[in-house]
């Protein structure tokens, strides 16, 4: 910075803290929460400092879940919840890649029309279309699957305009020379592009897996059998019964355990996050 | 539309490539988009027996309804409070983090994971904390003289979604405004101290007005996720209660249609929703068309 | 090794734009072919399609007396350097040099023998295990030449494979090139703007224009006896002068063919002392005097006419800005053209 006036400096470090503060403190008071034993939220304050009972209360949540509120163990859960985010990461890639790969390299008749057709998914978020898609998934007998969970979310027009918008920066004479190398279409892709799309294909699977993760609405419109509840669906209904039963050591050490996995992602793995949500999104 | 100089030869190869994200979008996306237009221009008979093609009338219906109506505007409401509030927090912390060099890093991670929280869980974590009974936010407001409580005050409850989706948004805004302001030409400060303005002129003089193309992205996202990415925090929180205070246009199109099974209604509030969307997308891809000529 | 033999090609673009128009060339095995031509002249649409990166939209290309219009570039056995040199950037040195023969099928002792020979013959040794990112300019250039050599192909391709280098480096990678296309003996099209570079490389020139060819010959007869007013201004630097024939005519004797109305006259063809023989006198006036080192450039308006005009003249040349000269040029060095065909008229 230009000028050097430590009270401007002192400013922007206590705007910050109280930034810091503001995003930390909900999060904490849940920790704190967690690690409380259930008589603890029978008085009329929340505890503020962490309480010697978190081993206890996330091992019960892990194993045995809260069985009044129709919750299943928070490990099912958990697992759900991964192969949901990872195989709706892997897929949004896959199908994106390919779909990306046939646009730019290839001329073809109604290029133009699918190209569209994939952009048309932009305008229409699940949100808006919620009763017909699950009609849809319902008469494919999909409801309470794995695959009734993921593929209906798998299609990407953001995925495939990232994959889109690299392929154009890859140089005309790369896919030449590899030609006149002797490599076909699939080869020069195997080849050549997927390793150029390494970085790229990294950042979108971290954005893509905090998108499998959060999805609520989806997952609650399509499962009702609780062996296929993801930990951000099912922490709803532990929620909902909670505020009967005061029992928020449990629903806090749930709400941890729903944000963990992403959250950590997001700090592990920051510059590949910071790339890919900047760039899938402009 | 773009492709490459030489391009590949074969002739039913990029078919191939393109049926999967195809076949998905039309099964999962237009048909039953399609659906729900179509389903908008009907009435079914409560047995769901028979359908009969009634033109416009659930659409007459729905802009007749005083109820659709005050979500209309609820949502507005909700929406630009929250477009407002965590755009303002995220560029001042932006900015923060912008003057400051060795500690950059470190504040950016602190403020940047809560974009991976679930607006489920977001909504519980503000629920909690406003807990009417055991929650620390109504002990410090009673300190001061307010009493709170969502359950029954519209406005209390209004007021907690907006701070709860707001909070989530921080970080997302203020990545987009790091990126702007690290875009901004160094040169251009550094003409501008030299010209005699102080930090707070060259902030409002160079550096905002310099921002504009992210500030208007910025909104247009904000607004989009405040109407449809919120859903799980309002049904976390309030369940669009007390009496319909904070029902949105999206969180009534799934009242309506999955718990209520009114069809019909829910349907017409899709197409409505549909043209929502389509208008932002195209507001916001006319805007990138542009910022390229720049 | 092999014969380029183009016959009647043309390549008509989608939108209907013609950018070759109906264009014969035959290259003889072991020839070094330069297309030079300024940007658009189809020089390397022309390449491309020899390479089978282009469609062909009329008449043939044949390689080795085969046609090969409907082969895919890596069937056509021709090896290409790029101008961006196109190397793949994960891949290390060696596994760029590989990649061709490994596609083919090539057996792991031939491409190691290969690829050591080529990095021995272009001193790329040193780097075969590093990755295209971590080498100079000069040395991506040889490993894209590298990708070219261990191929052993009928012929190489090289589309402006020096204009990314600086001048210093291309001068001496221009000296490489040709060396190396002597010693291996493999029939070569070489594509460049460059006229220099096109002059010091060639066995054989082709001066293209507007999809055209406008000339084929050795460099130095181009230079010497130019067929059109296009090569005549595109080839020498600087350009050659070109003056209306009715402002020379009280200038000396003329004996021009019939039908000429535009002289040319090169810069170092014009003296400053009288010559023997017949020959023309001028008058101008210096406007600047520009030392390039080993000779000089005088920028001149004629008397009359005030035409600008250059001369080339030994470096030391006692002449200064402002004043007079008289200038001299035998009348075989004139070259005599026709405006309206735009072709040498003797």
């Not at chain 1, 206890?56 to 809260?66: T, V």
């Not at chain 2, 400051?100 to 904390?129: C, E, H, S």
């Not at chain 3, 491309?48 to 056995?77: C, F, H, Q, W, Y």
């Not at chain 3, 003249?313 to 004043?323: D, F, K, M, N, Q």
Request: aromatic residues 10%.
């Amino acid at each position: 910075m230009i000028e050097n006036r430590p009270f401007l400096a002192f400013l922007t470090h206590l705007v910050l803290i109280l930034g810091v503060v503001i995003v930390v403190f909900p999060v904490y008071l849940a920790f704190v929460a967690s690690t409380h034993g259930s008589g603890d939220f029978m008085r009329g304050l929340v505890p503020l400092l962490p309480g010697p009972h978190m081993i206890e209360n996330y091992s019960f949540m892990l194993n045995e879940g809260i069985s009044t509120a129709g919750a299943p163990p928070l490990s099912i859960m958990l697992l759900n919840s991964l192969v949901m985010a990872i195989s709706i990461a892997v897929g949004k890639i896959i199908i994106s890649i390919l779909s990306a790969y046939a646009i730019v390299f290839f001329k073809f008749p109604f290029r133009l029309l699918a190209f569209w057709t994939i952009f048309i998914t932009l305008m229409l978020p699940v949100e808006v279309r919620i009763i017909p898609t699950f009609k849809v998934v319902a008469d494919l007998g999909m409801l309470n699957s794995y695959p009734g969970l993921i593929i209906p979310l798998i299609a990407s027009a953001t995925a495939t305009f990232l994959f889109r918008q690299f392929f154009l920066t890859v140089p005309d004479e790369l896919m030449e020379a590899a030609r006149v190398d002797g490599a076909g279409p699939m080869k020069f892709f195997r080849d050549i592009l997927l390793p150029l799309s390494r970085t790229n294909i990294a950042a979108l699977f971290v954005i893509l897996f905090i998108y499998g993760w959060v999805q609520y609405l989806w997952p609650l419109l399509v499962t009702t059998d609780s062996r296929y509840y993801t930990i951000v669906m099912g922490i709803k209904r532990l929620a909902a019964t909670a505020d009967a039963e005061p029992q928020w050591n449990f629903v806090m050490a749930a709400v941890i355990l729903a944000m963990l996995p992403p959250v950590l992602v997001v700090i592990l793995m920051q510059r590949l996050f910071v790339k890919g949500l900047v760039e899938t999104e402009k | 539309m773009q492709a490459k100089r030489t391009v590949f030869p074969n002739k039913g190869l990029p078919y191939l490539l393109l049926v999967p994200q195809l076949a998905v979008t039309l099964i999962f996306f237009i048909w039953p988009a399609l659906q729900a237009v179509k389903s908008s221009f009907e009435r079914e008979d409560p047995f769901g027996f028979k359908t009969t093609f009634v033109w416009f009338e659930n659409y007459r219906r729905l802009f007749i309804d005083p109820l659709y109506l005050s979500t209309v505007s609820k949502t507005a409401i909700f929406a630009v409070s929250v477009t407002a509030l965590s755009m303002s927090l995220s560029l001042i912390l932006a900015v923060a983090v912008n003057r400051v060099l060795r500690t950059n890093r470190l504040y950016t991670t602190l403020l940047v994971w809560p974009y991976a929280v679930a607006p489920v869980v977001v909504g519980i974590l503000w629920w909690f904390m406003f807990n009417p009974t055991i929650g620390i936010a109504p002990y410090m407001l009673r300190a001061v003289g307010i009493s709170w409580n969502h359950r029954v005050d519209g406005v209390d409850a209004m007021v907690l979604i907006i701070i709860a989706a707001s909070w989530k948004q921080i970080s997302y805004n203020f990545l987009f405004f790091v990126a702007g302001l690290q875009s901004v030409p160094q040169s251009l400060i550094e003409a501008a101290a030299i010209d005699g303005a102080g930090p707070f002129k060259r902030f409002w003089t160079i550096v905002f007005p310099l921002l504009a193309p992210t500030t208007f992205f910025l909104l247009i996202v904000n607004i989009n996720y405040a109407m449809f990415d919120t859903f799980g925090i309002i049904d976390a929180t309030t369940q669009g209660g007390p009496a319909q205070a904070t029902n949105t246009l999206v969180y009534k199109v799934y009242t309506d249609g999955f718990i209520g099974l009114n069809i019909g209604s829910s349907s017409a509030q899709s197409v409505v929703l549909m043209i929502i969307v389509i208008a932002l997308t195209a507001i916001q891809f006319r805007y990138v068309e542009r910022r390229i000529q720049y | 090794m092999a014969s380029i033999d183009i016959t009647g090609v043309k390549k008509i673009y989608a939108g209907g734009v013609t950018a070759i128009h109906n264009l014969d060339l035959a290259i003889p095995d072991g020839e070094l072919v330069v297309l030079v031509g300024p940007s658009g002249c189809g020089k390397s649409t022309l390449l491309r399609m020899i390479a089978g990166l282009e469609a062909i939209s009329e008449g043939t290309i044949a390689i080795d007396g085969t046609v090969v219009n409907a082969k895919e570039p890596a069937e056509r056995d021709i090896a290409m350097v790029f101008q961006n040199y196109a190397l793949y950037p994960h891949m290390t040195v060696r596994g760029n040099l590989e990649y061709g023969l490994k596609n083919r099928g090539t057996p792991r002792d031939e491409i190691d023998r290969r690829v050591n020979e080529a990095a021995r013959i272009l001193e790329i040794a040193p780097f075969l295990d590093r990755r295209p990112r971590q080498l100079s300019g000069g040395q991506r250039q040889r490993v894209a030449m590298g990708r070219a050599i261990v191929r052993q192909p009928k012929a190489f391709l090289f589309d402006e494979p020096l204009s990314n280098l600086d001048a210093k480096l291309r001068g001496q990678m221009r000296i490489e090139i040709k060396r190396l296309q002597r010693n291996l003996a493999t029939t070569s099209v070489y594509v460049t703007h460059d006229q220099l570079e096109a002059m010091t490389l060639a066995d054989r020139l082709v001066v293209m224009n507007a999809g055209r060819i406008e000339q084929v010959g050795a460099p130095l007869a181009l230079y010497e006896r130019p067929a059109t007013l296009f090569v005549a201004g595109f080839i020498g630097s600087p350009p050659m002068n070109l003056i209306e024939i009715d402002y020379l005519r009280d200038k000396g004797a003329l004996t021009l063919p019939e039908g000429t109305d535009l002289v040319g006259i090169r810069p170092d063809t014009i003296q400053l002392t009288q010559p023997e023989g017949p020959h023309l006198v001028m008058h101008a006036t210096v406007e600047l005097y520009e030392p390039i080192g080993g000779e000089s450039h005088l920028h001149m308006r004629l008397e009359g006419s005030g035409q600008l005009i250059v001369a080339a003249v030994p470096a030391r040349t006692a002449v200064t800005e402002g004043a007079k000269a008289v200038l001299y040029v035998s009348m075989s060095d004139l070259h005599p053209f026709n405006k309206e065909t735009g072709r040498r008229t003797d």
